[in-house]
């Protein structure tokens, strides 16, 4: 009897511990393609994908949660949630408040206006330029002289202001842009002026102090890359590399 209880004392104790494994994910849901709310109202896009491969590798589960990018940190820190992977710029800024891991993707920004449109990326002055609130793209449009910076809560509300006129310019990320063009909404407006390289990796959040899952998440990146999982992800979403 006494073995009994004891094996079944160890089974409470594996299953237990199997069921405490489980890393909560926060997401915004509103950044196509990285992340939305697919048709059956779950998380979808490259971001949930990759933190799916990552949670598989690590063995363990994955829970979504949404959450409105202005709030998307605050919530970390509140324990909502264990982690963010949500195409979340590593920033000097940021990592004062949480610690990232190593990037999972790069990124670049990009004008985006109407097609025939005869604006000159060098000289914006007494234009309006559209960008998401609290983003690196947010933070290139306050910065052109001259310019009037008009900033949204989510990417979605910039692309419908911009196709509506009320805006001039778009200024995006290159990888959610150049899917939008590619979409009915943006099939008549266009990329304009150069790539702007401002070296933005793109790292998942954790809490400061947890060194641990930062690490798991970590050596979890470098085994997706070296087995194909990563280019197999990729090439679902962009016919080019975005590590």
């Known amino acids: 009897m ?9 089974m409470m104790l594996v299953s237990g511990n199997a069921l405490a494994d489980k890393i909560r994910i926060g997401t915004e849901g509103a950044y196509p393609p990285f ?8 998380p979808a896009g490259f971001d949930v994908d990759i933190a799916k491969a990552l949670c598989e590798k690590m063995g363990t589960d994955c829970a979504f949660v949404t959450q409105d990018w202005d709030g998307i940190i605050p919530g970390l820190l509140a324990g909502k949630y264990d982690a963010i992977v949500a195409s979340m710029s590593i920033t000097e800024e940021r990592m004062r408040a949480v610690d990232f891991t190593n990037k999972y993707y790069s990124n670049s920004l990009r004008f985006i206006v109407k097609k025939g449109t005869d604006i000159d990326t060098g000289n914006l002055k007494g234009m309006s330029v559209g960008a998401q609130r609290a983003t690196i793209a947010a933070n290139h449009a306050e910065s052109i002289e001259g310019a009037k910076a008009k900033l949204y809560d989510t990417q979605e ?3 419908l202001d911009l196709s509506s006129g009320r805006i001039d310019v778009l200024v995006t990320d290159m990888l959610p842009g150049y899917d939008w063009l590619k979409s009915e909404q943006g099939q008549d407006y266009q990329f304009i002026g150069k790539t702007i390289d401002i070296d933005d990796k793109i790292g998942i959040a954790v809490r400061k102090g947890d060194g641990k899952l930062r690490d798991r998440l970590n050596k979890a990146i470098t085994e997706i890359i070296k087995d194909g999982t990563y280019a197999t992800i990729n090439s ?3 016919p080019f590399s975005v590590y």
Do not use: E, P, Q, R
């Open 35 to 42: 992340n939305m709310i697919g048709k059956d109202g779950k």
């Open 2 to 10: 006494k073995s009994i209880l004891v094996g079944l004392l160890a």
């Open 236 to 238: 679902k979403y962009f």
């Open 157 to 159: 509300n910039a692309y």
